[in-house]
């Protein structure tokens, strides 16, 4: 299988790297320190070691080292370390000590190291994640693939990615869930998954989801911070800096996965396609800014526009040296409607740029507003470049 090279590049340091199943964070670690110590906690047999005895993993790295040192070789790699969250004590123990080797830790979640009161090694280890891909890292990026399937490598490399897509929806999205305890009810959170695919895209209403899934407000409350924690699911805040009108105060949400969302949606006769095709392109953007984010390394905001008023933009990337609005249409031609978000951002935010993403093939630019095909801006957005 061909290794797609990744944009994310490993700290000097120890770090955790966390993303949800399926983004490729074995595959990438294995490629890049084929020589460390691995421990796979998935491995039932390495997982019952370590559990009844975690100070285990302090003779694991003296072993690799010289005379009982704490090790020469630099890297250990400990996989989905949430499920052995006593470990990190250990790890934090081995970092105090001189010449510590290099930690490696993935997960699928904080979520259970933070509930266990791990404190994520006090800032000795920084934080990073793992996304989907963006259609940039893929030779073979195809928008129109990209819409249906989404990007999570898992799926892509698969040769049959529908089959695939419905295996991740119901047996990670539910079971595991269940699996880890975060849940209780299973059919309940399954209802949910499904009202809060409608939502994707959209303005996040709390109150309505529970109605849809037939539970109280506290319920889908704690299941969006699953989602979110699990990396799932992310919200887009309300961008209100100095602003000159009065903002909407209400997030919208994104499943973290274009494809993941086509699989989870209902869809029928009363669903029409324009409407799933348009809330999946602003998705499949989404989740390319959000880890343009993660990997540029720069402290950039990704946030929404929305007035009272009843102006908006999808998307306000703001930092040190990006500011700019993104509006995102699901159509071949730019009609004078689709530019008004965007130029009354324009005339809020003078410093901004302004930019419309759309299913056409040629660059055009219409008053201040450059618009741009959107396959094209996906092949060509990655860290350190801003496509527009």
């Not at 302090?58 to 790699?77: A, H």
């Not at 499920?83 to 490696?104: A, K």
């Not at 105060?249 to 499943?255: D, F, I, M, N």
Request: proline residues 6%; charged residues 25%; glycine residues 10%.
């Amino acid at each position: 299988m061909e290794i797609v090279r990744r944009f994310f590049d490993p700290p000097p340091t120890s770090f955790f790297l966390f993303g949800p199943r399926g983004t490729g964070k074995t595959t990438w670690l294995r490629q890049l320190f084929p020589n460390a110590l691995w421990l796979n906690l998935l491995d039932p047999e390495e997982h019952r070691a370590l559990q009844a005895r975690p100070e285990r993993l302090v003779e694991l790295v003296r072993g690799i080292g010289t005379g009982g040192d704490v090790g020469t070789n630099p890297d250990v790699v400990i996989d989905e370390v949430q499920r052995i969250p006593e470990l990190l004590h250990v790890v934090h123990d081995l970092l105090e000590q001189p010449n510590p080797p290099r930690f490696i830790m993935t997960g699928s979640s904080a979520r259970k190291l933070r509930r266990g009161g791990v404190d994520l090694l006090g800032g000795r280890a920084v934080l990073r994640t793992l996304h989907p891909f963006m259609g940039s890292e893929w030779d073979a990026f195809d928008l129109d693939r990209a819409l249906v399937h989404g990007l999570v490598p898992l799926v892509v490399e698969s040769p049959s990615p529908a089959e695939v897509l419905r295996t991740y929806a119901g047996l990670y999205m539910e079971q595991e869930v269940m699996a880890e305890g975060l849940v209780r009810n299973v059919g309940h959170f399954g209802r949910f998954l499904e009202a809060v695919s409608l939502s994707h895209g959209s303005v996040l209403n709390v109150s309505a989801v529970a109605r849809e899934c037939g539970v109280g407000r506290k319920t889908v409350d704690g299941y969006l911070g699953v989602l979110e924690d699990l990396l799932l699911a992310f919200r887009v805040e309300v961008f209100a800096r100095r602003a000159k009108r009065s903002t909407a105060s209400h997030p919208k949400l994104y499943l973290f996965d274009t494809g993941v969302f086509r699989a989870l949606r209902p869809s029928g006769p009363l669903d029409p396609a324009t409407e799933l095709e348009g809330a999946a392109l602003e998705g499949l953007v989404a989740q390319h800014l959000r880890s343009w984010v993660a990997y540029s390394g720069d402290a950039v905001e990704l946030s929404t526009w929305r007035t009272r008023g009843g102006s908006e933009v999808d998307f306000v990337l703001y930092g040190p040296e990006t500011f700019a609005a993104v509006e995102v249409k699901n159509s071949r031609a730019v009609r004078p409607g689709d530019l008004r978000g965007l130029r009354a951002f324009g005339e809020d935010y003078p410093e901004a740029a302004l930019v419309l993403l759309y299913r056409g093939d040629r660059r055009l630019r219409k008053g201040g507003v450059r618009c741009i095909p959107v396959e094209e801006f996906l092949g060509e957005l990655r860290p350190g470049k801003w496509g527009a």
